[in-house]
C-alpha cells in the first residue's frame, strides 16, 4: 500500500467520524451533552468498521483523485448506502442502536457523501486549474475546431496545462451551436473562424476532428489560416488509437494535412498471404518511395526484406532505421545499381525473392532531360528489364514496377523512358510462366526527394521569392505513406489475376495548383504573400501544364479497391518488339537527338510538351 492510497483511506475515515459527529450535532442544534458524546463514543468504531469494509468492498482506492469522475461518485453512492443499511444492523446487534436517532442515520450517509464526493472533485478541479477560476487567469487563449468527442477530450486535458485556454469551440453542427461544453461555448460554425477570432483577440486555433473527412479538416485549416491564425491538429485516429501519444499532443497543420486524403483501407489479412514468411525484394529502397515500401512490408513480417540500393549513404540510412525499428526483421543490405545484370543475377541467385518491387528509377524531370537524356533511358528501361529478368530467372511470383503519371502522353525523356519500361514488362509477361508482373502509375508524391515541397521550404527560410514555374501547373499529390499502401494493394489484386500485365492506376483525387501549395506553405509557415512573394519563372525543359494518369488509347476497369484501376491499353508489344529494343538499349551511348528519336519511334504518345498539352483527364471523376 502506497503512502498516497493510506492518506486517502485515513481521509475518508476521518469524513465517515466528522460526518457522524456533525449528524447528531445537526439532531440536538449543536447543543451536545455528555449523554450524546458517550452515545458518539460506543458507536463510532461500530460506524468506522462498517464503513471501512464497504469502502473496500466496492475498490474506492483503485482509483485516482486527479481523475475524479462519475463512476467514481457511483461508487462513493453504492458504498455509502450499503453502510447505511448495515450500520444499524450492527448497532442492533450491538445493542447501540437505542442511543442513536433515526434522523442521525438518515443525516449520515447524506453528510458523508458531501464529504467524500466535494473532497475529490474539489481536487481534480484544483490539478485540472478550474477550482476558484484559477484556469481562466493564464494560458494563450485558444478556438477549438471541432465540439466532437475528440475537442471535448482535448479541452479536458489542456484545462491541465498553463499553456493553453480554451475559449470557444466552433463546429458545423448547428444543434451544438450557442450550447455549452466544459462551461466553455460552442460559439459558431467553422467557416466562421475568422470573425470569432478577431472578436475574440485569438491567435491559434486547432483542429480536434481526426475522425472525420479530411476534406472537412482541410477546409478547417485553410479558413483559419487565411484568418491569419497559427493553427494545429490533434494526432491522427491511427495515432491515439495505439496510444503511441495522446490528444493533447498538439502540432502544427502541415501541408499533408491540407491535401484532403482520406485513409487507405488496406486489406492487410490479403498482404499478410502475399508477403509474409517470403523474401521479398526493394529496388531504390533507399529512396522516398522505396524506403516508405520497406517500412510498409515490414508489417507483414516477411521472411527476410532484402534493400537494394545503389548510393551508400541511402543504404546505411535506412538500414539504421530498421535496425531501430524493426530489429527482429531479418534485412540484407545490397548495394547494387539495377544496370549491372550480373551483380542482379549474384544478388537473386543468393535470396530468391518471391516478391519484387522495383522503385529504383531516375525521376527528375528537367535533370533528366537534355544532356542525361541517354542515362535515364538505361537506368529507368535497360535497368527495368535487368530486375525483371532476374525475377523472371530465379522464380519470383510477382514484380510490381513502380512508374508515374509523367509516362500517359509524356512530353519528356523521363516520362518517355518510364513508359517504355511499363511497354517492356507487359512484353516480358507473355515470356513468363511463373512471374506476374503489374506496373502501378501515380502522380507526383507530397515531401519526397527532388519534390516542389522541400524546395519550397528551403526558399521560404530563405526569405523568398517561392519560385513556381506558371502560374496555372497543376500537378496530382499524394502522401507518401499512401503511395506505398496502395503499390502494395495493387500487387496484392495483381496476385489473385490469372493474368499479369496490368497497368494499376491510383486513385490521385482532385489536381492541385502548385501555386496555390506555395500560397498555402507561406501560409502555414506563418508569413503572407506581402512577406514572401511568389515568382513564376517559366516551364522547365519537358515540362507540361498538365499530367494525365490515362492515354489516348486507354480506358479503365474497376477492381475491389475503391482507389485503385486497371488501364486497358491497346495494343500490346510482342518477343519481336522487345527484341529490338534491347538491341536499341545495347549501344554504349547515343548522344540527346538520338535518344529523343528512339524514344518517339518505340513510344507512340511521345512528343513536346506544347503538342502534348490539354485538359487533365482522370479516370476516378469521369467514371
Request: glycine share 8%.
Given at each position: 500500500?502506497?503512502t498516497r492510497?493510506?492518506a486517502v483511506i485515513?481521509?475518508?475515515?476521518f469524513a465517515v467520524?466528522?460526518?457522524?459527529v456533525?449528524?447528531?450535532?445537526?439532531?440536538?442544534n449543536?447543543?451536545a451533552?455528555a449523554?450524546?458524546?458517550h452515545a458518539?463514543?460506543?458507536t463510532?468504531?461500530w460506524v468506522?468498521?462498517?464503513?471501512a469494509a464497504?469502502f473496500?468492498r466496492?475498490?474506492l482506492?483503485?482509483?485516482?483523485?486527479?481523475f475524479?469522475?462519475?463512476?467514481?461518485?457511483?461508487r462513493i453512492?453504492?458504498?455509502?448506502?450499503?453502510?447505511?443499511?448495515?450500520?444499524?444492523?450492527?448497532l442492533?446487534?450491538t445493542?447501540?442502536?437505542?442511543d442513536?436517532?433515526?434522523?442521525?442515520?438518515?443525516?449520515?450517509p447524506l453528510l458523508?457523501?458531501?464529504?467524500?464526493?466535494g473532497?475529490?472533485?474539489?481536487?481534480?478541479s484544483?490539478k485540472?486549474?478550474?477550482?476558484?477560476?484559477l484556469g481562466?487567469?493564464?494560458?494563450?487563449p485558444?478556438l477549438?475546431?471541432?465540439a466532437?468527442?475528440?475537442?471535448?477530450?482535448?479541452?479536458r486535458a489542456?484545462?491541465?496545462?498553463?499553456?493553453?485556454?480554451?475559449?470557444?469551440?466552433l463546429?458545423?453542427?448547428?444543434?451544438?451551436?450557442?450550447?455549452?461544453?466544459?462551461?466553455?461555448p460552442?460559439?459558431?460554425?467553422?467557416?466562421?473562424?475568422?470573425?470569432?477570432?478577431e472578436?475574440l483577440?485569438?491567435?491559434h486555433?486547432?483542429?480536434?476532428?481526426?475522425?472525420?473527412?479530411?476534406?472537412v479538416r482541410?477546409?478547417?485549416?485553410?479558413?483559419?489560416?487565411?484568418?491569419?491564425?497559427s493553427?494545429?491538429?490533434?494526432p491522427?485516429?491511427?495515432?491515439?488509437?495505439?496510444?503511441?501519444v495522446?490528444?493533447s499532443?498538439?502540432?502544427?497543420v502541415e501541408?499533408e494535412?491540407?491535401?484532403?486524403r482520406?485513409?487507405i483501407a488496406l486489406d492487410?489479412?490479403?498482404l499478410?498471404?502475399?508477403l509474409?514468411g517470403?523474401?521479398?525484394l526493394?529496388t531504390?529502397?533507399g529512396?522516398s518511395?522505396g524506403?516508405?515500401?520497406?517500412?510498409?512490408?515490414?508489417r507483414?513480417?516477411?521472411?527476410?526484406l532484402?534493400?537494394?540500393?545503389?548510393?551508400?549513404?541511402?543504404l546505411y540510412?535506412?538500414?539504421q532505421?530498421?535496425?531501430?525499428?524493426?530489429p527482429?526483421l531479418p534485412?540484407a543490405?545490397v548495394?547494387?545499381?539495377?544496370?549491372?545484370a550480373?551483380?542482379?543475377?549474384?544478388v537473386?541467385?543468393?535470396?530468391r525473392?518471391?516478391?519484387v518491387?522495383?522503385?529504383?528509377?531516375?525521376?527528375?524531370v528537367?535533370?533528366?532531360?537534355?544532356?542525361?537524356?541517354?542515362?535515364?533511358?538505361?537506368?529507368?528501361?535497360?535497368?527495368?528489364?535487368?530486375?525483371a529478368?532476374a525475377?523472371?530467372a530465379h522464380?519470383a511470383?510477382e514484380?510490381v514496377?513502380i512508374s508515374?503519371?509523367k509516362?500517359?502522353?509524356?512530353?519528356?525523356?523521363?516520362g518517355?523512358?518510364?513508359?517504355?519500361?511499363?511497354l517492356?514488362?507487359?512484353?516480358?509477361?507473355a515470356?513468363?510462366?511463373t512471374?506476374?508482373f503489374?506496373?502501378v502509375?501515380f502522380?507526383?508524391?507530397?515531401g519526397?526527394?527532388?519534390?516542389v515541397?522541400?524546395?519550397?521550404?528551403?526558399?521560404?527560410a530563405?526569405?523568398g521569392?517561392?519560385?513556381?514555374t506558371?502560374?496555372?501547373?497543376?500537378?496530382?499529390?499524394?502522401l507518401i505513406?499512401e503511395a506505398?499502401?496502395?503499390?502494395?494493394?495493387?500487387g496484392?489484386?495483381?496476385?489473385?489475376e490469372a493474368?499479369?500485365?496490368?497497368i494499376?492506376?491510383?486513385d490521385?483525387g482532385?489536381?492541385?495548383?502548385?501555386?496555390?501549395?506555395?500560397?498555402?506553405?507561406?501560409?502555414?509557415?506563418?508569413?503572407?504573400e506581402e512577406d514572401i512573394r511568389?515568382?513564376f519563372?517559366?516551364l522547365?525543359?519537358g515540362?507540361?501544364?498538365?499530367e494525365?494518369?490515362?492515354a489516348?488509347?486507354e480506358?479503365?476497369q474497376?477492381?475491389?479497391?475503391?482507389k485503385?484501376?486497371?488501364a486497358r491499353?491497346e495494343?500490346?508489344p510482342?518477343?519481336d518488339?522487345?527484341?529490338e529494343l534491347?538491341?536499341?538499349?545495347?549501344?554504349?551511348l547515343r548522344?540527346?537527338?538520338?535518344?529523343k528519336?528512339g524514344?518517339?519511334?518505340r513510344?507512340?504518345?511521345?512528343?513536346?510538351?506544347?503538342?502534348n498539352?490539354?485538359?487533365?483527364r482522370?479516370p476516378f471523376?469521369t467514371?
Amino acid at each position: 500500500m502506497t503512502t498516497r492510497i493510506l492518506a486517502v483511506i485515513l481521509f475518508d475515515l476521518f469524513a465517515v467520524a466528522l460526518a457522524w459527529v456533525a449528524s447528531f450535532l445537526l439532531r440536538f442544534n449543536f447543543n451536545a451533552t455528555a449523554t450524546v458524546w458517550h452515545a458518539i463514543g460506543m458507536t463510532l468504531p461500530w460506524v468506522l468498521a462498517v464503513h471501512a469494509a464497504s469502502f473496500y468492498r466496492f475498490g474506492l482506492y483503485r482509483g485516482m483523485w486527479r481523475f475524479a469522475s462519475l463512476p467514481d461518485l457511483k461508487r462513493i453512492l453504492l458504498a455509502v448506502g450499503l453502510a447505511a443499511l448495515v450500520v444499524p444492523l450492527v448497532l442492533f446487534m450491538t445493542q447501540r442502536l437505542v442511543d442513536v436517532p433515526r434522523s442521525v442515520l438518515v443525516l449520515h450517509p447524506l453528510l458523508l457523501v458531501l464529504a467524500m464526493g466535494g473532497a475529490r472533485f474539489a481536487y481534480r478541479s484544483w490539478k485540472d486549474g478550474h477550482l476558484l477560476s484559477l484556469g481562466e487567469l493564464g494560458g494563450e487563449p485558444l478556438l477549438v475546431l471541432g465540439a466532437g468527442s475528440a475537442g471535448v477530450e482535448l479541452a479536458r486535458a489542456l484545462a491541465g496545462t498553463r499553456q493553453w485556454r480554451v475559449v470557444g469551440f466552433l463546429d458545423d453542427d448547428a444543434a451544438k451551436i450557442g450550447r455549452r461544453v466544459l462551461d466553455v461555448p460552442v460559439l459558431a460554425s467553422l467557416a466562421k473562424v475568422g470573425p470569432v477570432a478577431e472578436k475574440l483577440g485569438v491567435r491559434h486555433a486547432v483542429i480536434a476532428m481526426p475522425h472525420v473527412a479530411a476534406g472537412v479538416r482541410r477546409r478547417a485549416a485553410e479558413a483559419a489560416t487565411k484568418a491569419g491564425l497559427s493553427v494545429l491538429t490533434v494526432p491522427t485516429m491511427d495515432d491515439l488509437l495505439s496510444g503511441r501519444v495522446a490528444v493533447s499532443q498538439l502540432r502544427k497543420v502541415e501541408l499533408e494535412d491540407l491535401l484532403g486524403r482520406e485513409p487507405i483501407a488496406l486489406d492487410s489479412a490479403g498482404l499478410a498471404e502475399l508477403l509474409g514468411g517470403r523474401v521479398v525484394l526493394v529496388t531504390g529502397a533507399g529512396g522516398s518511395i522505396g524506403s516508405e515500401l520497406c517500412r510498409q512490408i515490414a508489417r507483414f513480417a516477411p521472411a527476410q526484406l532484402v534493400l537494394f540500393e545503389q548510393s551508400e549513404y541511402a543504404l546505411y540510412r535506412i538500414a539504421q532505421e530498421f535496425a531501430g525499428q524493426f530489429p527482429e526483421l531479418p534485412l540484407a543490405e545490397v548495394i547494387g545499381d539495377v544496370k549491372d545484370a550480373a551483380r542482379l543475377a549474384q544478388v537473386f541467385a543468393e535470396v530468391r525473392p518471391a516478391v519484387v518491387f522495383h522503385a529504383a528509377a531516375y525521376k527528375h524531370v528537367p535533370l533528366m532531360e537534355n544532356a542525361n537524356a541517354w542515362a535515364a533511358v538505361r537506368n529507368n528501361v535497360q535497368g527495368t528489364l535487368n530486375v525483371a529478368r532476374a525475377a523472371m530467372a530465379h522464380g519470383a511470383r510477382e514484380f510490381v514496377l513502380i512508374s508515374t503519371d509523367k509516362a500517359v502522353n509524356p512530353a519528356n525523356v523521363m516520362g518517355a523512358s518510364k513508359r517504355l519500361a511499363e511497354l517492356a514488362c507487359q512484353a516480358l509477361q507473355a515470356e513468363s510462366a511463373t512471374t506476374r508482373f503489374v506496373m502501378v502509375r501515380f502522380g507526383n508524391v507530397l515531401g519526397s526527394s527532388g519534390s516542389v515541397i522541400p524546395r519550397f521550404r528551403e526558399q521560404i527560410a530563405a526569405g523568398g521569392p517561392v519560385t513556381v514555374t506558371h502560374p496555372e501547373i497543376i500537378r496530382y499529390f499524394m502522401l507518401i505513406p499512401e503511395a506505398a499502401q496502395l503499390v502494395l494493394q495493387a500487387g496484392l489484386l495483381a496476385s489473385r489475376e490469372a493474368a499479369g500485365g496490368r497497368i494499376f492506376v491510383l486513385d490521385m483525387g482532385e489536381p492541385v495548383k502548385i501555386a496555390d501549395l506555395a500560397r498555402d506553405l507561406i501560409r502555414l509557415s506563418g508569413f503572407g504573400e506581402e512577406d514572401i512573394r511568389i515568382e513564376f519563372t517559366g516551364l522547365r525543359p519537358g515540362e507540361k501544364l498538365f499530367e494525365e494518369l490515362l492515354a489516348d488509347g486507354e480506358a479503365t476497369q474497376p477492381t475491389p479497391h475503391p482507389k485503385l484501376r486497371i488501364a486497358r491499353p491497346e495494343g500490346v508489344p510482342d518477343g519481336d518488339w522487345l527484341a529490338e529494343l534491347e538491341a536499341w538499349l545495347a549501344a554504349p551511348l547515343r548522344d540527346e537527338a538520338a535518344t529523343k528519336n528512339g524514344l518517339r519511334a518505340r513510344v507512340a504518345e511521345y512528343r513536346s510538351p506544347a503538342e502534348n498539352e490539354k485538359t487533365v483527364r482522370s479516370p476516378f471523376t469521369t467514371g
